[in-house]
């Protein structure tokens, strides 16, 4: 389950850093925009991308969302693929990451193969600084 502060980071203009494997058993680590739909960290990729494949492959994935300016505070989220969304959905939602990030209406960058939207379920999810409860 995502806490409250994760769903914060990741609705916020605020980069995540996802990890995945390579088919060598590499760590893949790369930077991307997030979002969440309350249950999942959403990221949205092109399916030619190393990134994707290896999620195909091996579906564990970890996510690091930081605080724009203090990368003191972030949330690790460990988890899996849940769902992977395709078709016009997975193209609109990358207008709106553009939107979020950019402050533009259109992603400007050339889509070289098909959008996707990869649903991340948590496992795990670690904050820091830890909640005060």
């Known amino acids: 389950m995502l806490d409250d502060k994760t769903l914060e980071l990741a609705q916020g203009k605020n980069f995540g850093v996802i990890s995945t ?3 060598s058993g590499q760590p893949q680590t790369q930077m991307m925009w997030v979002d969440t739909d309350g249950e999942h960290i959403i990221v949205n990729t092109e399916v030619h991308r190393a ?12 996510v690091l969302i930081a605080e724009d300016g203090n990368a003191w505070s972030y949330s690790e989220i460990r988890g899996h693929v849940a769902e992977i969304v395709r078709g016009q959905e997975a193209r609109d939602h990358i207008d709106t990451l553009a939107k979020k990030y950019l402050g533009v209406d259109d992603y400007p960058n050339p889509i070289q193969s098909e959008r996707v939207i990869v ?3 948590p496992d ?3 904050t820091f600084p830890p909640s005060q409860v």
């Open 124 to 126: 795990r999810v670690v």
């Open 119 to 121: 649903k991340i379920a």
């Open 51 to 62: 990134k994707f494949k290896n999620l195909k492959r091996n579906p564990r994935v970890t």
């Open 21 to 23: 494997v390579l088919a």
